[in-house]
């Protein structure tokens, strides 16, 4: 059974940071391209950001530039969402996403989710 697992969500202060997690079992997802995205109350789901399989390329939605980074560890299976400077606009459940394929900004795109960590952002 194909799992993406999300951890490190919770409640932090406006300027704090947090650092999520996604680990994946059941196949393994080094070829995969891996994202996030995150879904506030009574509002879509949005694009956070995506990288590809090697790492190589990754890109961010406007709204978190300069300010989150993705990474990856395609030996440990795992996809991580440093988050810096947090925002109360951040507060959201985050979801972490793969699809075998390049990265996209999709959701539609993707094949595999995660049951989403929630993050909130007190001001």
């Known amino acids: 059974q194909v799992q993406l697992v999300e951890s490190g969500g919770g409640l932090v202060q406006a300027g704090g940071s947090l650092r999520l997690s996604c680990a994946a079992s059941?196949?393994?997802?080094?070829?995969?391209?891996k994202a996030w995205f995150r879904q506030a109350p009574g509002k879509g789901r949005e694009f956070v950001g995506t990288?590809?399989?090697?790492?190589?390329?990754?890109y961010y939605a406007d709204s978190v530039k300069g300010r989150f980074t993705i990474s990856r560890n395609n030996a440990k299976n795992t996809v991580h969402l440093q988050m810096n400077s947090l925002k109360p606009e951040d507060t959201a459940v985050y979801y972490c996403?793969?699809?075998?394929?390049?990265?996209?900004?999709?959701?539609?795109?993707?094949?595999?989710w995660g049951q989403g960590t929630q993050v909130t952002v007190s001001s």
């Open positions: 990288i590809n399989w090697s790492g190589g390329i990754a």
């Open positions: 996403a793969a699809r075998s394929g390049g990265t996209s900004s999709d959701y539609d795109q993707y094949d595999y």
């Open positions: 059941g196949r393994t997802f080094s070829s995969y391209s």
